[in-house]
């Protein structure tokens, strides 16, 4: 099983971004919630959002609220994040993840079961 996220880069503070995470081994159709989490240097790694791949309910962190936005692409087995109005605390490493089995809100705990390799997202301001 492998996420493969791309689409990271350099941008500048109001620029946009997509971010996206494609599955192999295992297609997302069978997962249960798929989302995003980030690391910034010298913190945690963070819950970003998550979306549940059959019905597409979601769920964001606050600070991402209204720039940020989770979907998925059944046909092209892929997912996006669509970031929005970048600032420099979005500068951060971003991971894809997946649970099989569990909801958006065991993945907000930082349980998952499969993680990507991360993409670097800087933001300049």
């Known amino acids: 099983v492998q996420l493969v996220e791309s689409g990271g880069g350099l941008v500048q503070a109001g620029d946009s971004l997509r971010l996206s995470c494609q599955a192999s081994g295992l297609p997302f159709r069978m997962y249960s919630t798929v989302g995003w989490f980030r690391q910034a240097p010298g913190k945690e790694r963070e819950f970003v959002a998550g979306?549940?791949?059959?019905?597409?309910?979601?769920d964001l962190t606050d600070s991402v609220k209204g720039r940020f936005t989770i979907s998925r692409d059944n046909v092209k087995n892929t997912l996006y994040l669509q970031m929005n109005s970048l600032k420099a605390e979005d500068t951060a490493v971003y991971y894809c993840a997946g649970n099989l089995f569990e909801p958006i809100a065991t993945m907000q705990t930082g349980s998952v079961d499969y993680w990507g390799q991360g993409t670097q997202v800087t933001v300049s301001s």
């Open positions: 979306i549940n791949w059959k019905d597409g309910s979601t």
